[in-house]
C-alpha cells in the first residue's frame, strides 16, 4: 500500500502523523511526503534568537533564504529516514500564500496522479474561512484529488487515481463519543505509543524551528497523551476520515473488545515519557 501525505510545511507531516507513517513503513508500506512550501520564512527560531544576541553568529544572522531552504531540507531528510519516509516531493512556493492557487492545485494533482497511493493524509480543515496557510493546502489537496480522479488516458495521457481514503489530522477534539459537540470528533485513533520515541527523534531534527528537545516531549505528551486518554493508550495520533467506508459487518475493532474501562487509565498512563526518552 502507498501512503501520500500533503501538508503545508516541512515538519507538518511529522508533528501530525510521524507516528502513524512509522508504524506503516515497518510493515512495508510505501510513504511519500508532498511538501508545499519551502519552510524559509515560518518558525525562523533559530535566526531570530541569534539576531537577539550580543554578538551574533555572523553566519546565522545573515543567512539568506536559500541557506535557510536549504537546512530546513536537511532537517527534513534526516527526519524522514527515522521515521521510513521513502519520497519527499518539495514544491518549494512561498509559506505566504492565503487562497487557493490554481497552479499549486494542478501540481498537487499531478504529484498523485504520478504516485498513485491509495491513502492520503493532510491536515483537517478546521476553519475554511480563515486564511491559514495549513486549511489552504488541504484545501488545495482536496481540489487536486477531485481533478486527479477525473483524468483520463486519451484525453490526458494519465490514468485516474484510485485512492481509497484521505485521512485528516489536527482536529483540537478529543471527544469520547459521538453526542459531544454536535458530532464534530476524530473518528479514528492510531496507537503510537511502540514507536513514540521514534517520533521524538524525527522532531529531534527541526532544530532551527524549536521543535526539538523539550518542545517535542511536551507536545508528544499534551498533544498525543491526550490522543491517546481519549483512545485508552498512552500515546495515539487522531484523524477524521474523509469518506465513508463499507464494512460486512458492525465494526468493533480488537482494542475496543480488549479494553477494561474500570482500569484503562492505568494502562494508558504507564509510560514515563521523559524518562524513557531523555532530551538528547
Not at 191 to 200: A, C, N, R, S
Amino acid at each position: 500500500m502507498k501512503i501520500m501525505t500533503i501538508y503545508a510545511h516541512p515538519a507538518d507531516t511529522i508533528t501530525n502523523c510521524g507516528g502513524t507513517l512509522a508504524l506503516h513503513a515497518a510493515r512495508g508500506d510505501e510513504v511519500v511526503a508532498l511538501i508545499l512550501s519551502h519552510g524559509g520564512r515560518i518558525h525562523a527560531n533559530k535566526y531570530a534568537e541569534e539576531w537577539r544576541k550580543e554578538n551574533p553568529d555572523g553566519d546565522i544572522a545573515a543567512a539568506g533564504l536559500d541557506d535557510i531552504v536549504a537546512n530546513k531540507k536537511n532537517e527534513l531528510d534526516r527526519a524522514a529516514d527515522i521515521i521510513g519516509i521513502s519520497k519527499i516531493i518539495t514544491l518549494d512556493h512561498e509559506d505566504t500564500y492565503a487562497t487557493v492557487q490554481e497552479d499549486m492545485v494542478e501540481q498537487i494533482a499531478e504529484q498523485i496522479a504520478i504516485e498513485q497511493p491509495e491513502i492520503v493524509i493532510a491536515d483537517h480543515p478546521r476553519n475554511p474561512a480563515y486564511f491559514d496557510p495549513h486549511y489552504v493546502a488541504t484545501g488545495m489537496a482536496l481540489a487536486a484529488l477531485s481533478r486527479a480522479g477525473l483524468y483520463l488516458r486519451n484525453l490526458d495521457g494519465r490514468d485516474e487515481v484510485p485512492v481509497r481514503q484521505v485521512f485528516l489530522t489536527g482536529l483540537p477534539v478529543y471527544t469520547l463519543d459521538a453526542l459531544s459537540l454536535n458530532g464534530l470528533r476524530n473518528d479514528c485513533y492510531v496507537d503510537i505509543t511502540d514507536v513514540v520515541g521514534t517520533k521524538l527523534a524525527a522532531m529531534d531534527q527541526f532544530v532551527s524551528q524549536g521543535y526539538h528537545g523539550v518542545f517535542a516531549r511536551k507536545l508528544v505528551e499534551s498533544y498525543n497523551g491526550e490522543a491517546g486518554r481519549a483512545a485508552g493508550v498512552n500515546f495515539a495520533e487522531s484523524f477524521v476520515r474523509l469518506y465513508n467506508e463499507t464494512h460486512a459487518h458492525l465494526p468493533v475493532t480488537d482494542a475496543a473488545l480488549a479494553t477494561d474501562p474500570l482500569t484503562r487509565h492505568i494502562a494508558y498512563s504507564s509510560v514515563n515519557l521523559r524518562g524513557a526518552f531523555p532530551v538528547p
